[in-house]
């Protein structure tokens, strides 16, 4: 080690420089962490959406066939 008060300075300044190296890496993966949850987050949000448009279609297609049957029932 360097005695001298300049020296340790340099050192303090270096351990400093490495520790917000490793802080800025951390934010970055946590950044890229939480936009790959949000990602998926979106991409479940928008099957889910497809799934309840799909059912709602099926549904309204099924009332849409019983009142036909229905109609041409009352027509005979």
Avoid: F, G, W, Y
Avoid at 25 to 53: F, G, M, N, P, Y
Wanted: aromatic share 0%.
């Amino acid at each position: 080690m360097c005695p001298s008060p300049a020296c340790s300075q340099k050192v303090n300044i270096v351990e400093l420089k490495e520790q917000l190296d490793e802080e800025r890496t951390q934010r970055k993966e946590e950044r890229e962490k939480a936009a790959a949850d949000l990602k998926a987050a979106v991409h479940r949000a928008q099957s889910e959406a497809q799934e309840e448009i799909k059912r709602l279609s099926d549904a309204a297609l099924k009332r849409e066939s019983e009142l036909q049957e229905a109609i041409n029932k009352l027509k005979v």
